[in-house]
């Protein structure tokens, strides 16, 4: 090599250690993020008090204005706000909106953000599918619920156990041991509605839609589902499943209380809101498992961003923040279950009967993530509700309602 051609090696080393040492760090993401939420008071307390404090040490040359919003009417108000270019640039909302939001085409899709791909596989499945529209996901879950066996301790001693049956057939053994004494029923879906009746029917190998939740010919009116509704009536007809079903007296509450029901499916607001006698008076476990396993359904609120938000790394960034574990558990406090995997795994100084929903989230599902789902919600509804009152066969309902749902999917 010939010292010319050392020389100009050299050269052009020294220049791209120069450019290299000269170029500066990336320029700190600033701006205000505006962000709605519906906190409860005692929630909102918190995320001022502990939560943003921490945001704020991390994150300083970015300002969160947190503004909590009244529910009623807050679906309206979103669309009024858009439409004025006065919308907020990040938003908890209820996990019934994101699809239909996404479809008006006012959301942000986070699945195009790189560190999506990082963040998805830390989420319970279910709480992530909530999230999802026509292939994309326009927002990430930010706090989850669902509903789990909820079995009277007193109703449960009187049949000769201490612990929960864990499979269905076990527990309708000892529903049919109630039958027959006045004002006993072993179980009580709460209502005909998809948040009332899809525990059981998912349970009992019923399904809606396909996973991609595109079509529901061939899946609500399958073989599977309509034996599924047929069980339940069959329970109903045999005198398993009490009143409260129809809104009638005793109440899921009051008859848990009264001792008239083996078990109720419940949410973790029924601990809360009774107190600690709720926790003293029951046995607590994930739904007794059918043909379709143990499966409930999934609850919550999601974090989405508006697509004409001007201060999208910031609000970016302050969504990833709401996923870290600290975060997750500072609101778990509140009662709100964790969404991250990471963070339910090593909650501390919580009620012991949350780990049983955060074991029941492992297998939760969605109600269908569609911008119809309110009218889909309807048609399933009267559509198991017309068969518990004697209307139609199960065939029959599960038939007309895969249809109507099918046009409600496209």
């Not at 809360?272 to 926790?279: D, L, N, T, V």
């Not at 994930?286 to 359904?297: C, D, H, L, W, Y």
């Not at 969605?366 to 009267?382: F, K, M, Y």
Request: some cysteine.
């Amino acid at each position: 090599m010939t010292l010319k051609k050392v020389l100009v090696g050299l050269f052009a080393l020294l220049l791209v250690v120069g450019l290299t040492s000269c170029k500066a760090d990336p320029k700190p993401v600033s701006g205000k993020v505006m962000f709605w939420h519906t906190y409860s008071e005692g929630e909102e307390k918190l995320f001022l008090e502990e939560v943003l404090p921490l945001f704020t040490a991390k994150y300083p040359d970015i300002e969160i204005e947190s503004v909590r919003m009244p529910y009623d009417g807050l679906k309206q108000q979103i669309i009024t706000a858009y439409t004025g270019n006065v919308a907020p640039d990040v938003m908890r909302m209820d996990i019934g909106w994101v699809a239909e939001f996404a479809k008006q085409g006012i959301l942000e899709e986070v699945s195009a953000f790189d560190e999506f791909d990082g963040l998805k596989d830390n989420f319970f499945a279910g709480s992530l599918s909530t999230n999802f529209y026509d292939g994309k996901y326009y927002g990430l879950p930010l706090n989850t619920n669902t509903k789990v066996a909820v079995y009277s301790k007193a109703v449960l001693a009187e049949l000769g156990l201490t612990a929960a049956p864990q499979t269905w057939d076990e527990m309708i053994a000892l529903a049919r041991q109630l039958k027959d004494k006045d004002e006993r029923w072993g179980l009580v879906p709460q209502g005909f509605g998809p948040w009332g009746f899809l525990p059981y029917f998912w349970t009992l190998g019923g399904n809606i839609t396909d996973d991609k939740y595109t079509v529901a010919t061939g899946y609500l009116n399958s073989a599977d589902s309509v034996a599924a509704v047929q069980q339940l009536y069959d329970y109903y007809k045999e005198g398993l499943i009490g009143p409260a079903m129809f809104g009638e007296q005793p109440s899921a509450w009051d008859g848990m209380a009264g001792g008239n029901y083996l078990w109720i499916d419940d949410g973790p607001w029924y601990f809360s809101i009774i107190g600690q006698s709720a926790i003293d008076s029951t046995v607590v476990s994930t739904i007794p498992a059918g043909k379709g396993g143990s499966v409930s359904v999934v609850g919550g609120e999601d974090l989405v961003m508006f697509n004409k938000t001007a201060n999208k790394d910031a609000s970016w960034i302050f969504m990833q923040f709401m996923m870290e574990d600290q975060v997750q558990k500072i609101m778990a406090k509140t009662g709100m279950i964790p969404v991250t995997k990471t963070a339910s795994s090593s909650l501390t100084d919580v009620p012991a009967y949350v780990a049983t929903y955060i074991k029941q989230l492992e297998t939760a599902q969605p109600r269908t993530p569609s911008a119809n789902w309110g009218s889909i919600e309807q048609v399933l509804s009267l559509a198991i509700e017309s068969v518990f009152r004697g209307e139609k066969t199960p065939t029959e309902a599960l038939n007309a309602a895969a249809t109507e749902i099918d046009a409600l999917l496209k």
